[in-house]
């Protein structure tokens, strides 16, 4: 997880004294980004989460709702959610794709 707060209120609270330890308390505009490249200005913050892993779990029995939730995030193109997650995107819907066999 890569999330990119823009135009935070770290000085002032690094000034106060303040304990920082939700990125909530930060301010700023928060946003989720997918692999890119992007640009961290003054005030920004950068927050990544690394797991050890490829994940938990049988990929076909994630809930469709949170693979259009990374879809709408550019995190996982809708190519990558049928071929992985087994879900098919009909303009604004969900279709899940059952595995055959």
């Given at each position: 997880?890569?999330?990119?707060?823009?135009?935070?209120r770290?000085?002032?609270?690094?000034a106060?004294?303040?304990?920082?330890?939700?990125?909530?308390?930060l301010?700023?505009?928060?946003?989720?980004?997918?692999y890119?490249?992007?640009e961290?200005?003054?005030?920004d913050v950068?927050y990544?989460?690394?797991?050890s892993?490829?994940?938990?779990?049988?990929?076909?029995?994630?809930?469709?709702?949170?693979?259009?939730?990374?879809?709408v995030?550019g995190?996982?193109s809708?190519?990558?959610a049928?071929?992985i997650?087994?879900?098919?995107i009909?303009?604004?819907?969900?279709?899940i794709e059952l595995?055959?066999?």
């Amino acid at each position: 997880m890569v999330e990119l707060s823009k135009g935070t209120r770290l000085r002032e609270l690094i000034a106060e004294g303040a304990a920082l330890d939700r990125m909530q308390d930060l301010g700023g505009q928060m946003n989720a980004l997918p692999y890119c490249n992007f640009e961290v200005t003054e005030n920004d913050v950068l927050y990544t989460r690394q797991s050890s892993g490829g994940g938990y779990g049988d990929p076909l029995e994630r809930d469709a709702e949170m693979v259009l939730k990374d879809i709408v995030l550019g995190l996982v193109s809708t190519e990558a959610a049928r071929e992985i997650y087994g879900v098919i995107i009909y303009g604004d819907k969900i279709d899940i794709e059952l595995p055959s066999g």
